[in-house]
């Protein structure tokens, strides 16, 4: 047997054993998450024949166009060349397999016939593979000292990648390095052999092309044989890992962005879910999710598609005041527990072989209990968004959360025992506190104007300009009353014409929702809808302050049937200033902050409006937050913590009033009656510990500050000044 048949035979035999043995291997771990995804439940609103066309254009801008990636520019950047540099190298698995049976001459069909300016298709590609392989090495590069300044070792949980797998990454850097090291020594022998399809490969030719020049003929056949081979093992290796860890992102991506909710094209705005039967429920009925299997299948694509990047992590509220929730570990943890139980749920194995893993419960009853998901956990979240807005690949962390709370709440009964007053309030008095629908109207007593209140049935709506939703805080909590008379003054100001039910109003449901308490929630949304549409709201159009019923009425009534032009009181009143019908000359000459508000910002995009009310006012001197707008800091009230104690790590509104007060403001103003009373917690400790020394910080509703602008200096009036906290809605 000659030299050159031996070679041939080992570059055969061998490389067609690494393609049998890794295609194989994937194969079956591709089969078994195929299946795995496919006994997951079923959720209409997320099919990929009713959700592609909706969401087509989103995956393309997200996906190839690195949208989410690159509002972190360094590793954004890193990963666009890593990516790109990914896809154009599948070529070389191309020429590697032909090279396999045809041998080092192999070139791909074509490519050197097509021409244009002197420049062949294989130019374009060899250059392409070359300059992309080297950018790739680039950005492996800046992982690697990403990965180096957030190692969790030195940085505990300040660091995104607490909690992830870590050597997890560092095998996909090795193996990216190895993937390019491999090609590019190929190319390089074939170059030295006379066979390099093109000359604009200047690595490969130049460099390692250039290097093997002087070798023997046999010998660089041989390096040449063993490279493919070992290139092939490379690959191969890569796609089974990848099947297996993180890194499978890169298949489920395409799925997950086609797949999502059609709705939600941009912000996050409503939760997802079944209408609630209660009349047809059986023994066998699950409300919620109290078993991984009960997730719907775009959750188990969720699950897959996590790269543990920690960006959610990086911006939790929860994780960053202490508390044990990170959106991505419980991402990972809800994974992890999906795959141990994958081959009970496919019938691979029995109950015997299964063991533990189908008897631990999804979530304890009691923090530290044995369970996927630890009591705490789930109950320190405030559904602000921020984990959803961060991830680059689209996962719905509060879904998930919600989801399982839900199961907890409704079959189990299961939930912060302080809460339990909030629902009670809810379901017999309509709003959290119990203050009981007859006192809903005794806020505009102290108005010198009325306010039309429409009664049920009447169909009066049309003849008004809008409906003032007030809520359940603007009308019964003593703070928020304030705001809500302020704007209704505003209003009244600017001649709009309007009215509100009163009496009638009630609980959108929010809190509940968000706790969990699902078929409350869904009762309170078919009440409202149905005197929503009797007083004739589908023919005007609803003006809410409170971001909570604001994004319940806009976002989560349509699946109930109730559809509504809702606005929210910045948007009114930016545009009455825009219209020159509300105009402020009294000079405020004051430093002020302005706080987003999650279900304002996040949830609706709503951001530019809140400011430009406040910028109407003259004298005062805005500054930003290091986070505001998209990446703004919750409050701490969300998810209806507003109504549990908050007893694990630092508070979550003191976090958000130390970063306002970094900028040394006169004044802190906000657009949602739970944040202003997070915040004026806040400053109210930070006083009563007398880290604010003689300055006083007020926290106004940017309705307050309006009515502060347009009002005319106090001396000038020949009155005391307005005591903090007043409002000039109050006045006379």
């Known amino acids: 047997m000659t030299d050159e048949t031996l070679l041939t035979l080992f570059r055969v035999i061998a490389g067609t054993a690494t393609l049998a043995f890794f295609g194989a291997w994937a194969v079956r771990r591709g089969t078994f998450l195929v299946q795995l995804t496919r006994a997951a439940q079923s959720n209409p609103e997320r099919n990929i024949g009713t959700a592609f066309r909706a969401n087509i254009r989103h995956a393309l801008v997200n996906i190839l166009g690195h949208k989410k990636l690159l509002k972190w520019t360094l590793s954004g950047v890193a990963h666009f060349w890593v990516m790109y540099a990914f896809f154009v190298l599948q070529t070389t698995v191309l020429e590697a397999i032909g090279e396999l049976y045809v041998g080092p001459s192999f070139q791909l069909p074509l490519l050197n016939a097509i021409e244009l300016f002197g420049i062949t298709a294989y130019d374009v590609l060899g250059f392409s ?194 508390k044990p929730l990170s959106p991505k ?67 719905q962390h509060v879904d998930t959360i919600v989801d399982m709370r839900r199961y907890k709440a409704m079959m189990e009964s299961s939930f912060p025992a302080e809460a339990g007053v909030m629902l009670k309030n809810v379901e017999n008095s309509g709003d959290p506190w119990g203050v009981g629908q007859s006192k809903r109207e005794e806020w505009t007593n102290k108005l010198d104007f009325d306010i039309p209140v429409l009664e049920p049935g009447a169909q009066q709506g049309g003849q008004y300009e809008y409906i003032f939703w007030t809520g359940c805080a603007g009308a019964v909590d003593d703070r928020s009353v304030k705001i809500t008379q302020a704007t209704a003054q505003l209003l009244h100001d600017a001649d709009v014409s309007f009215a509100i039910l009163g009496k009638h109003e009630t609980c959108t449901g929010d809190p509940a929702r968000r706790l969990g308490m699902e078929y409350l929630f869904q009762m309170l949304a078919q009440q409202n809808v149905e005197l929503l549409k009797s007083v004739g709201a589908d023919r005007t159009k609803i003006v809410a302050w409170c971001p909570h019923c604001f994004n ?163 001396a000038a009036q020949g009155v005391a000044p307005v005591a903090a906290g007043e409002t000039a809605g109050e006045e006379g």
């Open 129 to 322: 593979q070359d300059m992309l392989g080297l950018l790739s090495l680039t950005g492996i590069a800046i992982f690697a000292g990403i990965r180096f300044a957030q190692n969790p070792a030195g940085r505990g949980r300040g660091s995104r990648f607490a909690g992830s797998n870590l050597n997890q990454g560092w095998w996909v850097l090795s193996a990216e390095v190895l993937v390019v090291w491999t090609l590019w020594t190929a190319h390089g022998v074939r170059y030295a052999k006379g066979f390099a399809p093109t000359d604009a490969a200047l690595i490969s030719n130049n460099i390692f092309g250039e290097a093997m020049l002087g070798i023997a003929p046999l010998t660089l056949e041989w390096i040449g044989a063993i490279n493919l081979v070992a290139h092939l093992a490379i690959v191969g290796g890569f796609l089974v890992f990848t099947l297996h860890s993180k890194h499978l992102h890169i298949i489920t991506i395409p799925f997950q962005e086609l797949t999502r909710d059609p709705n939600r094209t941009t912000a996050l705005g409503k939760l997802t879910s079944e209408p609630i039967d209660l009349e047809n429920m059986t023994e066998e009925t699950v409300l919620g999710v109290g078993a991984i299997e009960q997730f719907t299948f775009d959750r188990f694509l969720d699950f897959q598609t996590c790269t543990e990047c920690g960006r959610c992590q990086s911006q939790c509220p929860a994780w960053n005041t202490g």
């Open 552 to 714: 319940t009425l806009k976002n989560e009534y349509p699946d109930f049937d109730g559809n509504f032009e809702v606005l929210h009181h910045s948007e009114v009143l930016a545009k009455l200033i825009d219209e020159g019908r509300l105009v402020a000359t009294n000079q405020l000459d004051k430093r002020v902050t302005y706080h987003d508000p999650c279900y304002l910002g996040r949830h609706n995009e709503v951001y530019s409006t809140p400011r430009q009310v406040v910028n109407a006012v003259p004298g005062l001197q805005p500054t930003e937050m290091t986070r505001c707008r998209s990446n703004g800091f919750c409050c701490g009230a969300g998810g209806a913590r507003m109504w549990m104690e908050e007893n694990i790590g630092k508070r979550v509104n003191m976090e958000r009033v130390d970063e306002a007060l970094e900028l040394d403001p006169e004044l802190i103003t906000t657009a949602c009656p739970y944040c202003t009373t997070m915040l004026e917690d806040g400053i109210a400790q930070k006083t009563q510990e007398g880290a604010l020394g003689d300055g006083q910080v007020e926290v106004l509703d940017i309705s307050e500050v309006l009515q502060r602008g347009r009002m005319l200096p106090m």
């Open 329 to 395: 570990i419980l991402i990972q943890d809800l994974r992890d527990h999906m795959y141990a139980k994958g081959p009970f749920l496919l019938g691979k194995v029995d109950e015997a072989e299964a063991g533990d893993v189908i008897n631990i419960p999804l979530v304890g009853d009691a923090p530290g209990a044995a369970s996927v998901i630890d009591y705490d956990v789930l109950w320190s979240c405030t559904t602000c968004g921020a984990c959803v807005e961060e991830c680059p690949v689209d996962i």
